[in-house]
């Protein structure tokens, strides 16, 4: 089955600077990759998705890039702000699934220090 | 619009004793349903997804167990709770395909086994 791995675990960053979050997937059959953040003690909700036909996307400060020959896909996330502050994970979908299925990183804890 | 919930909100429960988490969508029809367990400090680990009433499939071996009696209710359930089950329960849903959609989460359950 799919494995997604993440990094960093945790990334601490000043007010302003840029975050890069990195995961990568062994599935090659993977074609669909959402980023969600989730706020302490709340749910996960998604901040951007990229599908494996597309080599970037950007949304306002937040920007995703895929490298399908690497298998792997990052966060970037410009000139942060302490909202910024959760717990992102990534995840990948196969094509091949039956459901919709998704599997995540482990979760990187991102502080943005005012 | 389509809203998700899912009760009890946390629920403490001692060693051996029996459990049932419900979720519960409206506002669409059909849709994907999926038990997440998250560890504290960890990732989304899938538990169960379903594509249908009576339809269950299993990510990962252990005591828990999912039902899906309605088109839009699912249900996780235990005999017989370990300390091990301690978490934070995430339900979600999604629309009807094969792959490559989001998915949305449900406002979770925290789960404290004694």
């Known amino acids: 089955g799919e494995n997604v791995e993440q990094h960093p675990s945790t990334l601490s960053v000043q007010e302003g600077d840029s975050a890069v979050i990195?995961?990568?997937?062994?599935?090659?059959?993977?074609?669909?990759f959402p980023w969600y953040k989730q706020e302490l003690g709340k749910r996960p909700q998604l901040i951007i998705d990229i599908r494996s036909n597309v080599g970037e996307k950007k949304d306002q400060r937040i920007a995703v890039t895929l490298n399908k020959t690497a298998k792997h896909f990052s966060l970037h996330i410009t000139e942060t702000?302490?909202?910024?502050?959760?717990?992102?994970?990534?995840a990948a979908s196969p094509s091949s699934n039956t459901g919709?299925?998704?599997y995540f990183g482990t979760g990187t804890s991102l502080t943005v220090i005012p | 619009s389509q809203t998700i919930h899912q009760w009890p909100a946390t629920l403490v429960q001692p060693v051996g004793s029996p459990l049932s988490?419900?979720?519960?969508?409206?506002?669409?029809?059909?849709p994907n349903l999926y038990w997440y367990r998250q560890?504290?400090?960890?990732?989304?680990?899938?538990l169960f997804y379903s594509v249908g009433i009576g339809q269950i499939s299993s990510e990962v071996?252990?005591?828990?167990s999912a039902s899906r009696p309605q088109d839009r209710q699912?249900?996780?359930s235990s005999k017989k709770l370990l300390l091990s089950d301690s978490g934070f329960y995430l339900c979600a849903w999604s629309p009807l395909r094969g792959s490559g959609d989001e998915q949305f989460f449900g406002p979770g359950t925290r789960l404290t086994v004694l």
């Open chain 2, 74 to 76: 699912f249900i996780l």
């Open chain 1, 81 to 90: 702000q302490p909202e910024d502050s959760a717990v992102y994970f990534c």
């Open chain 2, 39 to 46: 560890a504290a400090g960890r990732g989304l680990q899938l």
């Open chain 1, 22 to 32: 990195k995961c990568t997937y062994s599935d090659s059959a993977s074609n669909y």
């Open chain 2, 21 to 30: 988490l419900e979720c519960t969508v409206e506002g669409t029809s059909n």
């Open chain 2, 61 to 64: 071996p252990q005591n828990l």
């Open chain 1, 100 to 102: 919709n299925q998704f």
